[in-house]
């Protein structure tokens, strides 16, 4: 009997073999995105990236806008037909090591789950697309569709240094495709027993500003009628006591249809409150995406306890619905007043593409093939991805990562939070679907 391999057991297809390693591993490199320049940067886990690809045969590009900034962009695939962007971001926020139950970067397996920093924001569908992408260049199940494989540096601080750079400065890298899919949608939510599948097909636009106050300066024990951090401080409480009235967008209509079916009600923007509690903890984001929102965020002014200062400043995070962006920006007007100043940190406009299509049928297919009762339908987001910046270029855009989540999981929560983590069984799960999606684009 031969000791060689037996090449027929080698290739027998398994998107998932390697998705919770990856995962691990990309965990472990510290790309963490202060906004403001520091930080590690993203070179290590892009060149780790690009390893990966080579070890199969697959070429890719780094792009570095400043050191240590860096985007890895790779084709791959056939030529029938337009071409497709598969995209993920590679940087994750700071996390505060002394809150977590476990180091945030140690790529944990505990309790069936992945632990750390990006184990849902987004080192787990970089990990998907890479299990997939390796898997099929390894056992010859290559697309017919040329896909582009893109993964990011800065998207947590508005992408200016990632997919802004490749779209401003290497277009050609992304030329002849058509269609996008990346962050953040596929997950499951449980509403009355059914898990309903969310795919991202719209996102709010974005707007981080910064308020500046001016004043006269004074003793502080003196009055002083031009103070300027009495007037921030009362513009910031009008901004945060401000209730947003309800609008709803194409997307949002469709998915509270869906809800309300479940419910056993007809869905309307007067019952849209009460259908989105059906998500339970998903309610949180899932409220923010039939309004516009403007969170104060930061505070600043002053140098000592007894001197009125001269200038005072806040920021807030601004997020408007698609088709708003007017009413929002008029309100914020108001709300803010005439002596106090708007400066743009950054300023995204929302976008929606339109639930239907080739792409959205090999979506919903592919999850159906893995859980035959779910139910899956559109969203809006309430963050901000890449796809904002992809969309420059002509994209229709959706959010598709795939996981079957458990029903008493807050996974909303886990977005930025304190002890991130992503079931095992959902990466692998999550692998599978989108292993099937690439059979049907």
Known sequence: MSDAPDDSVRTIPDPAGEVVELCRELIRFDTSN???GSGPGERKAAEHVATLLDEVGIESTLIEDSPGRTSVVAR???????????HGHLDVVPAAAEDWQVGPFSGEVQDGYVWGRGAVD???FDAMLLSIVRDRQRTGRIPSRPITLCFTADEEAGGHQGAQVI???HPELLEGCTEAVGEVGGFSATVRGRRVYLIEAAEKGMAW??????GRAGHGSMI???NAVTSLAAAVARIGAYEWPVRLTPAMRTLLAAVGELAGTEATPE????????????????????RNTCNPTMLGGGYKVNVIPTEATAHVDGRFLPGFEDEFFATLATLVGEDVEIDFLSHQQPWETPYDGALVDAMTRSILAEDDEAVVAPYLMSGGTDAKHFRRLGMRSYGFAPLRLPADLDFTALFHGVDERVPVDAL???????DRFLDDV
């Open 76 to 86: 791959w695939g056939g030529t029938e037909g337009d071409g497709l962007l598969l």
């Open 122 to 124: 987004m080192k787990d």
């Open 428 to 434: 692998e799960f999550g692998a599978r679907v989108f």
């Open 34 to 36: 202060y906004g403001d």
């Open 224 to 226: 002083n009628r031009e």
């Open 271 to 290: 019952n849209a409150e009460a259908l989105v509690e059906e998500f339970g903890g998903a309610a949180r984001m899932m409220g923010a995406v039939i």
């Open 209 to 214: 500003m910064r308020l500046t106050a001016r």
């Open 167 to 169: 779209v401003e400065d």
